[in-house]
């Protein structure tokens, strides 16, 4: 099976797509001449031309709104946010537009469209530019959030994304582009809603999403070599939300750990942290664990950086904590 | 932070427990899992394993001093750590069950008291109410279920505060029929983990084979080797079932706190016999066949319970509960175990009367018919294994009553008349256990002698 890497696969989800049906269109801040800030829509324009990959003025909320009514019209538009941190210019046209429009116009109203691009920290980015939407955008009726964490999943999601009728905001990250998995020549689909073991384990079930997974995965393997054997969950799809892995695994494991490299209060994590507890609570054998980022503004400092948000260091002590060892 | 360190239940039973010595002095680090102290349990003295960790800033229980379980008896913390808040509220905590133990001497945990059972228990079903024989009947039988199903979690549930333990711990107990207050957690602040109800269940396992060892014999010129009912010769671990794991709770609750004493007579079972002859002999043929002679022993003991009330009574911890009907159980043994039906108000009621009830009831217990209300709350307790050839043993209390009456096979006897001649007799041994929190001594002697009077001239006591 080719290995490609999770922008190559993105890049061919949206080829592919666009070869299909021809309503699929994608727009957004130098997705066209520059081939996108990450370059995940390399030779898009050469193929679909001008009309079909379309560079937008630096206004997010203006061309947000273009792609939501866009979509009420017919097309299936890929609107590309360069950063999720920019998204907030736009947050009130996917609040209040792209998220009632169905609900509002009583079914009448239809809006496909994807809103793709990296959320949460990279490396020295600072305060503004450092942050994770999951929370805001999972908190919102009305969208569906995809996070996926290979290039397998990322191809086949975003797939499934663009043929939904219904708005998803797609969360990538920006040093995932680079990351290389196997990945079919042959089409398929990954569907919307449904997680993934990634691991299977018996004493502690770590649960993650998106970019954490690979420092989850590799906190598993270290406790592989002290002797704890850690089942770890791709949630993959934040909304829908496939809550009946999350209580099999629990279940079976009795112990928790999640890990969501966003801030602790009110995020996406501290809502699994509830699900689990009213969900398992006679099977829990230790309080569900929650590894998040500090609850402060991103600092520049690149050791502080990372020091305030999840490592495998961090993780595997949650999982040791659950399992009273 | 500094934690309190707290008095465990080192004993499946324990309530209390007395210090007996310390291993560390104020000042001394500790680690987990070090003896800090030994502690007098209702049963042994047992070695008190640290779950904290720390130094030993705060002796509150010293040496000769008791504590209930629960209760804080040391403070662990780091040193020059204050402490004065959690020292005045154990103190406080101190008065106040002193103060409490003024009013009621002798106070136990009222909370816990066993639903059922002893010479013969059964199903779960909380008892205590101040009436049980109006109370479970007025109950819509739906009612039960609920009922049976909290009083089951609450075995696996402590009732103590101080207790932690994690969900899935909790559950596994009660599962399980494991206490989950005789265990140790090895979790943070001493919490029970699931661990910890694995290593319960792997040590019971570990006791078990021993206790069922069938050793097959070698065969000795025609006499079969002594094997097990497998015939194999191999040991077989039986699953208990929960109507056993409720039999065993029941028993060993009742045996374990109510101390028990034993009283024996010699009764001439001749009138009682010739009177339910006589019965019998002028009963229509369609009446249900004849009046069994434990019908007249539930009617003569309801007449002398009449006299004795504070034998119709109940210990429930810092009162006792005199019952304002005489209800007696007879205990039934069953395939799969033992139960007792209960005839209600048997003091107003009929010799026959109260048999026909009797067959009733008999007839559920061997078919598993009988509805919670009908085995439970019984205030007196009769178990006869006469049939069994049996002449005398002693039986355990079925609470909530206070006595139970074991009835051993009438036979003949000679014996030495007053006049010195030589006759025969048809003489039962009955044996009465009674709790002394509720029964003195000579209170449960009178009421038995009066039992033997009341059964050997019965026309005396209708004057």
Redesign the interface.
């Known amino acids: 099976m080719p290995v490609i890497t999770f922008r190559q696969a993105l890049k061919d989800a949206m080829d592919e797509e666009m070869a299909r049906d021809q309503n699929v269109i994608l727009m957004g801040e130098e997705v066209a001449q520059y081939n996108g800030a990450y370059k995940v829509s390399q030779g898009l324009l050469d193929k679909y031309g001008s009309e079909r990959v379309i560079d937008t003025p630096i206004t997010e909320e203006g061309f947000t709104g273009v792609g939501i009514g866009a979509a009420l019209v017919g097309l299936r538009p890929i609107v590309e946010w360069m950063t999720l941190n920019f998204s907030a210019q736009a947050f009130d046209q996917v609040l209040n537009n792209a998220a009632k429009m169905l609900h509002m116009s009583g079914g009448q109203l239809r809006v496909p469209v994807v809103f793709r691009g990296p959320n949460g920290p990279a490396e020295y980015l600072s305060s503004q530019h450092s942050q994770s939407f999951q929370a805001f955008y999972s908190h919102i009726p009305g969208i569906k959030v995809a996070a996926p964490s290979t290039p397998y999943d990322a191809k086949g999601m975003l797939k499934s994304a663009i043929r939904d009728d219904n708005p998803v905001v797609f969360l990538e990250a920006e040093l995932m582009y680079s990351w290389k998995g196997e990945v079919p020549e042959e089409e398929y689909l990954v569907p919307l809603g449904k997680a993934d073991i990634k691991r299977v384990g018996e004493e502690v079930t770590l649960i993650s999403f998106s970019k954490p997974m690979q420092m989850v995965l590799e906190a598993a393997e270290a406790l592989e070599k002290e002797g704890y054997s850690a089942e770890v969950l791709d949630l993959r799809s934040l909304r829908p939300l496939d809550e009946q892995a999350i209580y099999e695994s629990v279940r079976k494991t009795?112990r928790c750990v999640l890990i969501d490299n966003d801030w602790p209060v009110a995020g996406f994590g501290s809502y699994l942290g509830w699900l689990i507890s009213k969900n398992c609570?006679?099977?829990?054998?230790?309080p569900v664990e929650l590894v998040t980022m500090e609850d402060v503004p991103m600092p520049y400092n690149h050791a502080m950086e990372l020091a305030v948000q999840p490592s495998v260091e961090k993780i595997m002590n949650a999982a040791k904590r659950v399992m009273?060892v | 932070m500094a934690e309190q360190v707290l008095m465990l239940a080192l004993s499946p039973t324990m309530e209390e427990g007395t210090i007996v010595s310390w291993h560390k002095k104020e000042g001394d680090s500790i680690a987990q899992s070090d003896i800090i102290c030994e502690v007098e349990t209702d049963k042994a003295t047992m070695e008190y394993e640290s779950v904290n960790e720390g130094t030993l800033l705060k002796i509150l229980v010293p040496e000769g001093g008791q504590a209930k379980v629960g209760d804080p008896i040391a403070v662990v913390g780091e040193s020059g750590e204050d402490i004065s808040a959690l020292v005045e509220a154990a103190e406080q905590k101190a008065e106040s069950a002193a103060a409490a133990a003024a009013a009621a001497p002798a106070k136990a945990e009222p909370e816990e008291k066993p639903a059922a059972a002893a010479g013969v228990p059964a199903m779960p079903k909380p008892e205590a109410a101040p009436e049980p024989s109006a109370a479970a009947a007025a109950e819509p039988a739906k009612a039960e279920p609920a009922k049976a199903a909290a009083q089951v979690s609450a075995a696996g549930i402590p009732a103590t505060g101080g207790l932690k333990a994690?969900?899935?711990?909790?559950?596994m107990a009660g599962e399980q029929g494991i206490d989950i207050r005789a265990l140790r957690g090895?979790?943070?602040g001493g919490r029970i983990?699931?661990?910890d109800i694995e290593k319960a269940l792997r040590q019971a396992a570990s006791y078990g084979p021993a206790a069922a060892v069938e050793v097959a014999g070698p065969a000795i010129a025609g006499i079969p080797a002594a094997a097990g009912p497998t015939g194999s010769g191999r040991d077989e671990k039986i699953p208990v079932s929960g109507k056993r794991k409720i039999i065993a709770q029941r028993l060993s609750e009742s045996k374990y706190s109510a101390p028990h004493y034993y009283l024996r007579i010699e009764v001439d079972a001749g009138p009682m016999m010739a009177a339910r002859g006589r019965i019998n002999s002028r009963l229509p043929k369609d009446a249900g066949g004849k009046v069994s002679p434990n019908a007249f022993l539930i009617k003569f003991a309801a007449e002398t319970l009449k006299k004795y009330p504070s034998v119709n009574a109940s210990w429930q911890g810092d009162t006792i509960l005199r019952f304002g009907k005489i209800d007696i159980a007879l205990a039934v043994a069953q395939e799969d175990g033992l139960i007792t039906p209960v005839v209600r108000d048997c003091g107003s009621k009929g010799i026959v009367q109260i048999d026909r009830e009797l067959k009733v009831l008999i007839d559920k217990a061997l078919t598993n018919k009988l509805a919670p209300e009908e085995y439970s709350g019984a205030t007196f307790t009769i178990s006869s294994l006469g049939t069994s050839g049996i002449l005398e043993f002693t039986a355990i209390i079925n609470p909530p009553g206070s006595a139970i009456l074991a009835v051993g096979r009438i036979h003949k006897v000679p014996v030495v008349e007053d006049d010195g001649s030589i006759g025969v007799r048809s003489q039962m041994m009955l044996t009465l256990s009674c709790d002394h929190r509720v029964i003195d001594g000579a209170v449960g002697a009178a009421f038995l002698s009066d039992l033997k009077a009341m059964i050997e001239y019965p026309i005396d006591h209708l004057y």
């Open positions: 009795n609570f006679d099977s829990l054998d230790a009273y | 994690s969900p899935l711990a909790r559950k090895s979790g943070p983990v699931k661990r």
